[in-house]
């Protein structure tokens, strides 16, 4: 009997390493297709928002180092009877949106809340109605990242946590290209005073 709950006591601990080295695993994985895809996307001539030679001279984009880190869990709250408003964007017009939840996770033992919103235009349309839109800036701004922020696409949570995995965040179009396309600027509210060193960097190159 005290062998059997010896070897219980070993296997138990090698199953959940194996179980937590999978999951990491797979995580990463769907980290690098969308690294893959967004480049594939900015490849493309009819999707890419590049533009001349800096369509030309486009090989891929810049990444910071995976980290799982960056990915967590939020505990996420949705926010009753929201209220639909103007968010200014980066040519001075607006956009149409709503506040759809709070999500609060906790990064090297500290807590911080992120607002999430919802297209009032997207959610009209079927393939979008579930889309998710989270605007932030962090302190790589002006430096490894655009000046304006970086966003993440989200899908509406079933349940009351979110994941918010920061290495699939990405520039807005207009970092490449600002004359033809109009951003929403990051709301202050969504301003984190530490570095999120994750998802795609940035070079200032394509204003030039």
Do not use: W
Request: charged share 25%; proline share 6%.
């Amino acid at each position: 009997m005290r062998k059997h709950f010896l070897l219980l006591l070993f296997i138990i601990p090698v199953l959940l390493f194996s179980q937590k080295k999978g999951e990491a695993s797979k995580q990463i994985q769907e980290i690098e297709k969308f690294q893959k895809d967004l480049n594939k996307e900015y490849l493309d001539q009819k999707e890419t928002p590049l533009r001349g030679d800096n369509f030309a001279k486009f090989e891929q984009h810049p990444f910071f180092p995976i980290d799982l880190k960056y990915r967590v869990t939020a505990e996420f709250i949705k926010t009753e009877n929201p209220q639909p408003f103007d968010l200014p964007t980066s040519s001075g017009k607006s956009k149409s949106y709503q506040e759809f939840g709070k999500a609060t996770f906790t990064l090297d033992g500290k807590a911080y809340t992120l607002t999430v919103y919802q297209s009032l235009d997207l959610m009209k349309m079927e393939q979008y109605k579930d889309h998710l839109f989270l605007p932030f800036r962090d302190e790589t701004n002006n430096k490894e990242t655009y000046g304006g922020g970086k966003y993440m696409d989200l899908k509406i949570p079933s349940g009351n946590t979110i994941v918010l995995d920061f290495n699939q965040s990405y520039q807005p179009y207009c970092a490449y290209n600002a004359y033809d396309y109009n951003c929403p600027v990051v709301p202050e509210e969504n301003k984190l005073a530490f570095e999120i060193r994750a998802g795609v960097m940035y070079e200032d190159i394509y204003h030039h």
